[in-house]
């Protein structure tokens, strides 16, 4: 079982045996179901005003700006817990903002970007142990002792939230402890930014019941699982999204071994599962192309003018089924991506030659200028309507109506797409139908056999009628000829014991 270590500052990483062994993490919580309170005595905005003030030091020169209260049944508040959510700021030049508990007063949140605070306005940078000393101050300041005592050690547990926010600062956290065991996810963040000062605190704590640490596999146990069935994926992945340099031409793509969501990363302690992010068994994806074959590509595509755009769009039409003729051109535009690459697209409408021209029986193709589909649509005049509607078919069924159109209109390119499956909830499927929201199958992009991360585009299906209505696919202008795998790569069992 994984216990507090005795170090102080340990920052080199969540391990593999710290994925194998007993912690607490989201996907062991089942369900994080809001946690209901009884309710109780609020404070009034004065109280909660000058309780925020007692926590953090408010400038006289900035303004109450406003205070607002959230309810436990407010969007986006899955805590069961009423907030005060105050805010004070100088014109534009800084803004502080602090969210306090409504009832007990404790500070959940606080973040300050004073007019000073900008990166780069110093040279002076601190070290780790110099924002670990100014964090801590700061904890005792908002914290109980008895509240401490509930926390590791600074940093003794790696978040991967440092490694997003380590722009704005040094990123300290402090781990929740359940007894021995940690919560990873749970627990306190702290940022200090260069000059010394805290500028972002953020408090984690799930109110619900926990499973019991009494009956749990050995460790060696454990970690023959994760060897026999963690699996990471193997992809292409966009590192500048990675780096941080989005200034960067896209498509500095990079094959790399990663867990996915999906993966199975994860032993459960109790049964010895191998399980993903959600909290369920998993496996060893095996992705498998719609078909065989590949579009031809070259490194650089010719640019086209709208007239044989036109005629590309009539070609796509005559692989649906039936007669269509063309009624003209509904429009267009022009997008830019991050690498600053301009495409321009347009809008060809058909109506089916014995329809007699209803718009429900309309479709519109939208062809770009390097001549790729770009987007289908079945009654484009009414994609913006949404009513209720009834839940006649199945997630399968609209899952082989999707596989279907993509079949059709992509033919040439089956072999580099596959099917994303990710059924969604019950719950969650209601609700599209409540709303008038069609169902939305996703499917992603293969190159040489292997998928390119963020590379997807979706099919909306008709959940009445089992119709794909629509097909949205990006533009892969910005997206470089990737290159093979070469014997250079090394194989799955090395990159899991990196």
């Known amino acids: 079982m994984l216990r507090r270590t005795t170090s102080w500052g340990l920052s080199l990483g969540v391990s593999s045996t710290i994925l194998v062994t007993t912690v607490f993490a989201t996907a062991s919580v089942e369900g994080l179901v809001p946690i209901v309170h009884a309710a109780e005595k609020t404070l009034s905005q004065e109280e909660a005003i000058k309780q925020a003030q007692k926590w953090v030091t408010i400038p006289e020169d900035y303004k109450l700006r406003g205070a607002r209260i959230t309810e436990p049944d407010e969007e986006y508040n899955v805590t069961g817990r009423t907030y005060w959510n105050i805010s004070w700021e100088k014109g534009k030049a800084g803004r502080i903002n602090v969210t306090i508990d409504a009832v007990s007063g404790a500070l959940s949140r606080y973040s300050n970007r004073l007019e000073d605070d900008q990166p780069g306005s110093t040279k002076n940078k601190l070290t780790e142990e ?140 109790t049964t010895g599962e191998v399980i993903n992010l959600f909290g369920k068994v998993a496996s060893e994806k095996k992705i498998k192309p719609l078909g065989n074959m590949i579009s031809s590509e070259t490194s650089e595509k010719r640019l086209i003018t709208k007239e044989e755009a036109q005629k590309i769009a009539e070609q796509y039409v005559k692989r649906l089924p039936g007669n269509y003729r063309f009624d003209g051109s509904s429009g267009g535009g022009s997008s830019s991506g991050p690498g600053g690459i301009s495409e321009r697209h347009w809008s060809f409408d058909f109506s089916p030659q014995n329809g007699g021209g209803k718009k429900s029986e309309q479709v519109e193709v939208d062809i770009n200028d390097r001549g790729e589909l770009v987007g289908y649509q079945v009654n484009p005049n009414g994609r913006f309507e949404e009513t209720p509607k009834k839940m006649v078919i199945t997630w399968e069924q609209a899952e082989e109506s999707a596989t279907k159109l993509v079949n059709t209109l992509l033919s040439d390119q089956l072999g580099e797409i596959y099917q994303i499956e990710q059924e969604p909830s019950k719950e969650t499927l209601q609700s599209y139908a409540d709303n008038g929201e069609p169902y939305e199958i996703q499917f992603g992009m293969l190159i040489n056999g292997i998928p390119v991360e963020d590379e997807t585009f979706r099919v909306e299906v008709n959940p009445e009628t089992g119709m794909a209505e629509s097909l949205s696919q990006r533009s892969r202008s910005e997206v470089k000829l990737l290159s093979k795998p070469t014997n250079k790569q090394i194989e799955r069992q090395s990159a899991k014991e990196v």
Do not use: C, H
């Not at 963040?189 to 805290?198: L, S, Y």
């Not at 749990?216 to 292409?236: D, G, R």
């Open 130 to 269: 110099q924002a670990i000393e100014v964090a801590t101050k700061f904890l005792e300041k908002v914290t109980t002792e008895e509240e401490r005592g509930r926390l590791s050690k600074p940093n003794e547990y790696a978040d991967q939230n440092g490694y997003y926010f380590r722009n704005q600062g040094e990123f300290v956290n402090f781990t929740r402890m359940v007894g021995e065991i940690p919560f990873l996810g749970n627990g306190i963040q702290i940022i200090v930014d260069r000059n010394g000062d805290v500028v972002n605190f953020n408090r984690e704590w799930y109110d619900g019941k926990l499973p019991e640490a009494t009956k749990v596999i050995e460790t060696a146990e454990a970690e023959k699982k994760w060897e026999e069935k963690a699996s990471p994926s193997l992809m292409y992945k966009d590192m500048a999204g990675m780096t941080n340099r989005y200034q960067q031409a896209p498509g500095s793509y990079e094959l790399v071994y990663e867990f996915q969501d999906e993966d199975p990363q994860l032993v459960d302690a």
